[in-house]
């Protein structure tokens, strides 16, 4: 294991090199930094020109010039000492201070939408497989290829269009006509049906329950102003946290198993009891408290699974950890929508932003800042969401049919396991090779900034700041974005490599 990972750190290295290479040569040959002075009317237009050949220093030929900056590049692997130099931008302001924040602001954008996707397309690509050439798979199978083909630009405008603006609008009056309630209803119904499938009769009690419930739901909430004075409170709570209870038990161990639900009872049972116990503490939190919050509760949770579980005490932790970590996020969840009116005000009635990170001269607390920050990324993240998520669809649907077909799952169901064991503990964990190479390739790729989507919403991330580099002719920055894009595709797919023998006990390094 030693010598293969000191090979493959090296031939990484030599890659990085021979790529930046290639790269500055690329930018250094067609790109002129000094063209915006050349084309000035300044008096001092020759001073200027000579200040910014010396700070570039554009006296030197890209070759060299290429060595100057591996050898600044170079610097950053020693530690701590603080020696890191990437050059300068035209406006000279250093490389290494501008791209962490370009690379923050990055990361937050493109985190939840690549968690959102792989959860989602990994979720619908499985139940598309158990249901392969139903109605369900037809109409999945159309809107992944309708996504993917979507341009990015024609994706963020038309969500600019018709969710922030449109939903800004409709805040002005939020109520909901009976019979929008009703169409989205049968929508919600048809769609529920489709995944519950079953014969005709359980399709038709799946699709009337779903409707109804759907659209009461949408008439209370317009009657009772939730969308102004949102929240979930303690009922739905209540209800909230039973379905995770259930949900998780039946998916990881079977109704049947006791200690299982008794696992996932307890953990629901107490974090429904902090529920009602932090509010207060909720009032003066902030992040630091939050995370210690999340950390203790997992501790408390594998403390349950661990003395209730019995014989299979790591499945029952799991299930105990799961249970917490969903109620955890409902309760986040609730107490931001508690801080919504406060935002709402602030705001002046517009919270959808469409452009932008966050907004200027905001002031409150955290989860104040939080909304704004969710507001202003939900657009985009949206955006990243549609064209990702029909990839992973497609390929966690095609990896789950082939593994479907193979032997060793036709042996499982012949020993009589159940349907749930099979695909869960069988299935899943060999489709998941194939998704996790795709992951490691889009990991390293939206790190590198969704260009297209960060110009329309005027974000200032990598793309942002790779795009802002080539047009003009600023070779640093652009520099300081491959590097990390390099890295970062590297070491994920290193990452990817160690992974495959971990999904499968076949694939070991010798």
């Known amino acids: 294991m030693a010598s293969f990972i000191l090979r493959r750190l090296l031939v990484s290295v030599l890659i990085i ?113 158990l249901r392969q050439y139903s109605g369900l798979d037809n109409v999945v199978t159309f809107l992944s290829f309708f996504l993917y083909s979507l341009p990015a630009f024609l994706v963020a405008v038309l969500l600019k269009e018709f969710v922030a603006i449109g939903f800004n609008n409709f805040l002005a009056h939020p109520t909901i006509p009976w019979w929008a309630a009703v169409i989205i209803g049968v929508i919600a119904g048809l769609i529920w049906q489709s995944l519950i499938g079953g014969d005709r009769r359980r399709r038709l009690i799946t699709f009337g329950i779903a409707t109804v419930a759907t659209a009461g739901v949408l008439l209370l909430m317009s009657v009772t102003n939730w969308f102004l004075t949102p929240g979930l409170g303690p009922v739905v709570m209540i209800i909230l946290i039973a379905a995770t209870v259930i949900g998780a038990t039946a998916l990881i161990a079977g109704l049947q198993n006791r200690r299982a639900l008794l696992s996932a009872a307890i953990a629901g049972a107490v974090s429904l009891v902090c529920y009602f116990a932090l509010q207060p503490l909720f009032n003066v939190s902030t992040v630091g408290t939050i995370v210690i919050l999340a950390i203790v509760a997992i501790i408390v949770s594998l403390a349950i699974g661990w003395f209730v579980g019995g014989y299979d005490r790591g499945q029952n ?16 969840v609730d107490r931001f929508m508690q801080a919504w009116p406060q935002y709402f005000q602030d705001t002046n009635g517009r919270p959808i932003a469409t452009v932008g990170s966050s907004t200027p001269g905001l002031e409150g607390d955290m989860w104040v800042t939080g909304l704004d920050t969710f507001t202003h990324l939900v657009l985009p993240t949206i955006a990243l969401l549609l064209i990702s998520f029909a990839s992973y669809t497609r390929y966690s649907r095609a990896g789950m049919l082939e593994v479907l077909n193979q032997d060793f799952i036709r042996t499982a169901r012949a020993k009589g396991l159940p349907e749930r064991t099979v695909i869960v503990r069988h299935a899943f964990r060999n489709m998941l090779i194939p998704i996790t190479t795709l992951v490691a390739f889009d990991v390293g790729a939206l790190l590198g900034g969704a260009i297209i989507t960060e110009r329309v919403f005027a974000i200032p991330g990598m793309g942002f700041l790779f795009a802002s580099g080539l047009d003009r002719g600023d070779l640093n920055p652009v520099m300081g974005y491959f590097l990390v894009i390099a890295v970062m595709a590297i070491l994920f797919n290193f990452l990817a490599d160690l992974s495959y023998a971990a999904l499968d006990p076949r694939v070991r390094v010798r």
Do not use: E, H
């Not at 406006?91 to 989602?120: E, R, W």
């Not at 932790?317 to 969903?326: H, K, L």
């Open 17 to 129: 090199i021979a790529a930046s290479f290639l790269m500055y040569m690329l930018v250094a040959y067609s790109a002129d930094p000094l063209q915006d002075l050349r084309s000035s009317n300044s008096p001092n237009k020759t001073q200027l020109i000579s200040a910014r050949v010396q700070l570039l220093q554009l006296d030197v030929v890209p070759p060299l010039r290429w060595l100057l900056w591996l050898g600044g590049a170079a610097k950053c692997l020693i530690p701590f000492a603080n020696a890191c130099d990437l050059g300068s931008t035209v406006s000279n302001a250093k490389v290494v201070d501008i791209l962490p924040q370009a690379l923050g602001s990055t990361v937050q954008l493109v985190t939840l939408a690549l968690i959102l996707a792989i959860l989602l397309g990994v979720t619908i690509g499985i139940v598309t497989a």
């Open 317 to 332: 932790m799991r299930i105990a950890v799961i249970v917490t970590i969903v109620s955890g996020f409902l309760i986040i």
